[in-house]
């Protein structure tokens, strides 16, 4: 029953003298200290997310994953808060819950990532409620609330997973998108003003509209490993592993979560006109076919402005230019549905 298991060093968990888990029980059956960590199953949740329901959601599954058997601990503190022994003790879990956003989820991995050893990780099952929640749309995740709970736990126990690639932002990793240019204006708008939880997409309309009412195409230099793809130009910027953006728009048509490079789309941009143009063909899936937009795949990615302007990762705040992005050596593993296909339509319970 316990071949194969074993303890981090260092997590408080167990201690079987440096002994593999079949070793020690061998030698004092039933005398283990603790719980093989390979049957616990943290959770970390964001309370405020969907609307305040991330508790509620929190709250359910750790009853059911408890009552399917599992250990678990349930973590709600803010993630930059939690103390990195708690992350030590989430190495070598069977697997690893997150209740959130796309935030949420990115500020997990980004911690797991600078806590863990990248073997350590465990594989991730993430439960959106968020409010664009494209990763979960993106892994066919689609659950349903009234029988949340069950779909949970035998994906849990199915354990099939997927390894996406990972990039880092000044050292900020993250998942999905980043973004320099208007995108990125609205981001860091929307989170000056914002207080509380996000309530809907409609909550991006003012920090929208502030932005457009400032200059938010700032001249742009951008390097694709090394190679220059537009020098001080007005312009926005997507560098992302996913084809999805909050838009809906397929902004990153060829990207592939584990093909080991990121894409790179560079927009021209100088007027409104050719903004509202843009997005329109985009909605169309037509956006590459547009003069002067250019496509690039790569693993070292470099923008500079001539003055700092606003960058987002994942939806959130990132700092500003200049902005080094660069593909991880690292593919994360998350649990899917077995049912569903990456990239598959789904929505959140």
Known sequence: MLAGWRWPKGSGLCDTGGLSADRAYAIAPGALPCQPVQSVIPIFANPISGAGRGRQVAERLLAAIKKAGWESRLHLDPIDTIKPESFAQVAGAASLLIIGGDGTVRAVVARLIRELPLEEIPPILIVPVGTANLLGRHLGINWRDAVLETQVVQTLRRRNILHLDAASANGNPFLIVGGVGLDAEVVHELSRIRSGPLRGRWQYIIPALKSLSREPFKAL????????????????????????????????????????????????????YRLFLTFLMASMGEHLAMEQVLYAKGRQIMI???????VQIDGEAAGFTPVNIHLLPVRVPFIVPSNQ??????SHP
């Open 221 to 272: 230099t951008v390097r694709v490993d090394g190679q220059t793809l537009i020098q001080k130009q007005r312009a926005m910027v997507f560098v992302g592993n996913i084809r999805e953006y909050g838009t809906g728009f397929s902004l990153l048509p060829h990207a592939r979560p584990d093909d080991g490079l990121l894409d790179i789309c560079v927009i021209p941009c100088q007027t409104l």
């Open 304 to 310: 500079e402005s001539t003055e700092p302007s606003p």
């Open 341 to 346: 296909q990456a990239g598959a339509t789904a």
